[in-house]
DNA sequence: ACAATTTATCTTAACGTTTAAGATAAACTG
DNA sequence: CAGTTTATCTTAAACGTTAAGATAAATTGT
C-alpha cells in the first residue's frame, strides 16, 4: 500500500495540502467542518498525522530536548541522582510539550538522536570531547548542570561549602581516624588509595571541589587527613563502594569517621560495617553527600548533605526553555543530620 | 551567520551538491584529493556533516531504534531489570552502529521522537493504547519484550514455569505458613491484601503468570494459599516492598516462606525481617525473581531465578536488526539457590 | 449598490539532503 | 584513430512538510 501522506490526504480529498496541513497544526485557517471531515477520513486512512522529520526540517524545530548524559545511557540512568534530576527536568518538560530525549555521552555516534534536539542540557562532566564540540557548534542553547563549561550557563551546587560543612559537623562529633570514600579522583578503574601527588588531580570537578571541602575542615580543625586516608572508587554503586570501605574498615588502628562522596558510597559502607559487627555511631560514623531516597530508610539513617536534584533539574529545564542560557545558578542544599554521625 | 549547508559548502568550493554529499558518504564517486579538500575545507567552516533531518527525510532511515518503555523513562530505567534489558540492546545497537532512543510509555506527546526511530523494541505492557496503534501503524519493524501482543514477535521467559519451580522447591524446602508479595496484581497504587475474585486480574502479563506458577505448585503440594496471603505491591522498589513485607510478617501465625515477585521485593523484605530480628533462613525463608546483581551481594544471599535480561537484550535487538519480527522466543532461566531458602 | 474588509482556501517556494541518470573528458582497446 | 570504457563531476527530481502570499467568495459599512 502507498504511504499516506499530506499530499496523498489532499489529492484523496480534493483539497490542497496547504488545507490539510491546516486542518492539524492552525485550525482557526479553515472552516471547522471542512476541518472535522479532514480529521476524520485521516483517521480512516491511518493517518498518523504528519510526518515529523518532514516537520523537523521545514520548521527548524523538532519540540526535543536532550539530555546529555557523562557516561553510557544505562550507567548514567541508574543512579538516583541523574534519576532524581531526570524526572525534574521531564516533568518542567512535559508540561511545555517538549519531549526529552537521553544522550548517551560515551559513544561517538554522529548522530541523528544528536542533531534533532532544539537544546541540550549537559549533565556531569563531559567525557567525550568532539561531541562535546558538535554540540556546541549547533549552535542551539545549551546548559550545563553539575558541570562548568567557560561561556555556558549553569546549574550547580557549592560542593566544596557544603562538603565542608558536612565534614566540619562530623569531626567535631567524632575524635579519631578520618578516611573518606571518594568517587572518581583518579584515572582508574580500580579502587585504590590516593597517592600524595594525585590529590588535586581529578578531572569530575564535583568530586575535587568535595575533596578540597573535607581537606580544608580537617585542616581547620587540625585533624590529620592523609592522600593514603583517601579512597579512589571508580564508579558510584554498591559493589565498588563495599570494596573500599572494606579495605578502609580493615586498618589499624580503624578509621572511626568515613567522610563517603555519595549516599550509595555511604551505604555500601554501613553494610560493610555490618558485616564487621561495627556499631554506628558507636563505633565509626558514617556521612554522605546527595541526600538520595533511600538514606533516609537506611538503618541507621545516614547523616548527609540533601541537594534537591529534582529540583535542580526543574530549574535548569526552565531555564533553557526560557532562553536564560548564560546565566551561573548555585542552589541551596541541605545537612541532613540523621543517625549515622 | 549564515548557516553552513551542504548547498552552502558547495558553493564556496565552487562544485556541485552532489559531490559534497558523495565526499560525506560514498567515497568512491570522487577523486580522493577533492575529497579531501571538501573535507577539510568542511572543518574549516565548522560544518558538522549533513543535516540529520534532512537525510532522514530524504533516505527514510535514521538509524535509530527506540525502547518504547511501559512507564516513565525515569522510572523505567531506574529498574534494575529494565538496566540489564537496555544495556544488552544498547551493546548490540552500537556494534551495528545504530543509536538507541528511550521512548516514555507514560505521556501521550505525539512526538518526532516517536516517528523517527527505523524500528521498536516494546518493553513490559504498554499502558498507552494510542501510543502503542501509532506505532503499530508506523509499519516499521516491532519487537516485544517480556510482553505479548498478537501479530508481533516477541523474546520472553516462561514465567509461569519458573515461578512454579521456584515454588516448588521453596515449599519443599519450607513448612509452614506460606505469603506471596505480588507486584502489580491489581490496579492500585497501595499495598494491599487481594480478594478472592482479583486473583487472576493482573493486567501485567508478567505478573499473573507468575501468580498462577506460585498457586499451582502449592495445589500441587497440597499447600494453602489464599488471596488474603497475597500482597499487591504498586511498584517495584525497597519502599513499597517494605511496606508489604511487615504486613506480611507481622501477622499471626507469621508466615514462614515469602515468595516475591522479584528480588527488589525481597530484598526488600530480606531488610524487614532484620528489622524484626528473624533469622533467614531458619524462622524465615524467602525466595526473589529476576536474579539482579544484588541478590548475590546480599546477606544473606538471595534464592532466586535468573532472566538474563542482558541476554533478552541482545537476542531482541539482533532479532529486530535482522528483520526477524515473526518469531516468539522464548529464553531459558536458572535456579540460584543461595542461602535465604 | 459598491468599495472595503473579512473569511476560506489554494499556489508556490522553500527546508537540506540523497541518488539515479546524464554529461564530459580522459584513458584505454584493437 | 574510431569505438569503448572509466573516472569524475553535474543536473534535477524527489522526500513530506509549512509559511507567506495570492485568489476568490462572502460579509460588511455607508
Redesign the pocket.
Known amino acids: 500500500m502507498p ?1 499516506v ?3 496523498a490526504l489532499a489529492k484523496h480529498l480534493g ?5 490539510v ?2 486542518a ?2 492552525r485550525p482557526d ?3 471547522a467542518e ?1 476541518r472535522k471531515h479532514i480529521l476524520q477520513e485521516s483517521e480512516k486512512l491511518g493517518f498518523s498525522g ?2 515529523a522529520t ?2 523537523s ?3 527548524g524545530r523538532s519540540d526535543m530536548i536532550a539530555i546529555l548524559l557523562s557516561d553510557t545511557l544505562e550507567y548514567s540512568v541508574s543512579d538516583p541522582v541523574a534519576n532524581q534530576l531526570i524526572k525534574g527536568i521531564a516533568e518542567v518538560l512535559q508540561d511545555a510539550g517538549k519531549d526529552m530525549l537521553l544522550l548517551s555521552g560515551a559513544k561517538a555516534v554522529h548522530s541523528t538522536a544528536e542533531a534533532l534536539p532544539d537544546g541540550f542540557i549537559i549533565y556531569g562532566s563531559p567525557k567525550n570531547p568532539e561531541q562535546l564540540e558538535r554540540v556546541k557548534q549547533s549552535g542551539k542553547p545549551l546548559l550545563c548542570v553539575d558541570c562548568n563549561l567557560s561561556g555556558i550557563g549553569s546549574v550547580n551546587i557549592d560542593n566544596y561549602q557544603y562538603a565542608y560543612d558536612i565534614a566540619e559537623y562530623a569531626l567535631q562529633k567524632q575524635p579519631g581516624k578520618v578516611a573518606v570514600l571518594g568517587l572518581r579522583l583518579i584515572d582508574s578503574d580500580r579502587v585504590c588509595r590516593l597517592q600524595q601527588h594525585e590529590l588535586y588531580d581529578a578531572n569530575e570537578a564535583i568530586s575535587r571541589r568535595r575533596l578540597e571541602g573535607y581537606l580544608a575542615a580537617a585542616t581547620q580543625q587540625q585533624r590529620e587527613l592523609n592522600a593514603e586516608q583517601i579512597w579512589h572508587i571508580p564508579v558510584n554503586n554498591h559493589h565498588y563502594a563495599q570494596i573500599a570501605a572494606r579495605e578502609a574498615l580493615t586498618q589499624h588502628p580503624r578509621p572511626t569517621l568515613l567522610l563517603c562522596m555519595s549516599d550509595r558510597i555511604a551505604l555500601g559502607a554501613i553494610s560493610v560495617a555490618r558485616q564487621l559487627g561495627l556499631n554506628i555511631p558507636q563505633d565509626l560514623r558514617i556521612v554522605g553527600f546527595d541526600g538520595i531516597e533511600e538514606a533516609e530508610r537506611s538503618y541507621p539513617a545516614l547523616t548527609t548533605v540533601a541537594q534537591h536534584s529534582d529540583e535542580k533539574g526543574r530549574i535548569a529545564a526552565r531555564m533553557l526553555l526560557a532562553g536564560n542560557t548564560a546565566e551561573n545558578v548555585l542552589l541551596p542544599c541541605e545537612l541532613r543530620l540523621r543517625d549515622s554521625c
Open positions: 504511504k501522506t499530506l499530499k483539497v490542497s495540502v496547504a488545507t496541513s491546516n492539524f497544526n485557517q479553515l472552516s471542512l504528519p510526518n518532514a516537520r526540517l521545514r520548521t
